[in-house]
């Protein structure tokens, strides 16, 4: 196993349990204990985990994975939202995309659409997420504006007051909303105030908004309020989201897609 495959690994292991020690972990990735105690202090050096003795816990209490870490989590579940989201999107359509691996999945799912394929433009999308406007700009059918901002390392998300000026004077067809929670009582949410004060300012601009969001987000709370579940037209989720979670959403007005 690579280093950077067993760092995902512990770093997911660590998110899902909160805390590990070092013969723990060294058993479920099948290495040496030495292995683990140099990941650990490596990992330690780069605030992404907390060092204790014998082990390692979450870095604070809204502890997030950056990006790239988070890719293979849920991945053939958001693959398959991804593509139900990207067929809501209509050919000439403004769309707005917050960043997160949801979304990302989205854009790649809207570039090989074949109804897509030409266009003056085909798509006008708009971003704050420098990975998702890298990964569409090769497609010359497709208008890319991206917001200011200063770029946030976890999520490659553009955040901050100098995004105000782009979003300030559009208006969009649909936003796709990532979020880390959804819940009908306390809306949707993000880690991040700064980031979710910019996925906030896209639904405002948008004629409708669509949650991408697989069924761990759901019922969840986190730390920086998005928008009320009120503002959401429609949540794409996976066929683990429960019967009775589902029904909620839809008794509040949210139209429910299933995958």
């Excluded at 979020?179 to 896209?202: F, K, P, Q, S, Y």
Aim: hydrophobic letters at 45%; proline letters at 2%.
């Amino acid at each position: 196993m690579s280093r950077d495959a067993r760092w995902k690994a512990l770093l997911e292991l660590l998110v899902e349990r909160g805390r590990l020690d070092v013969e723990e972990a060294a058993a479920e990735l099948g290495v040496s204990a030495a292995t683990i105690r140099r990941d650990f202090d490596q990992l330690a050096e780069q605030q992404m985990l907390v060092r204790t003795r014998g082990g390692a816990v979450v870095h604070g209490v809204s502890y997030e994975l950056p990006l790239r870490y988070k890719t293979a989590r849920h991945a053939s579940e958001k693959q398959r939202i991804a593509k139900a989201v990207a067929d809501l999107i209509a050919p000439g359509e403004a769309v707005g995309l917050t960043g997160g691996t949801t979304t990302t999945e989205v854009a790649r799912a809207l570039a090989v659409r074949g109804d897509l394929a030409t266009g003056s433009p085909a798509l006008t999308v708009v971003t704050n997420a420098l990975n998702i406007a890298n990964e569409l700009a090769v497609r010359p059918q497709f208008k890319i504006v991206v917001t200011g901002g200063v770029a946030r390392p976890q999520s490659y998300e553009l955040i901050g007051p100098l995004a105000d000026g782009v979003l300030g004077r559009i208006t969009l067809d649909v936003a796709v909303l990532g979020v880390v929670a959804l819940d009908v009582t306390h809306g949707a949410a993000a880690h991040d105030e700064a980031e979710a004060a910019i996925n906030r300012l896209l639904c405002e601009r948008a004629e409708r908004v669509v949650v991408a969001a697989d069924s761990s987000k759901l019922g969840q709370r986190a730390f920086a309020w998005i928008c009320g579940v009120e503002s959401v037209d429609t949540l794409v989720t996976d066929s683990a989201a429960g019967a009775d979670v589902m029904r909620r959403f839809e008794e509040a007005g949210v139209r429910v897609v299933v995958v």
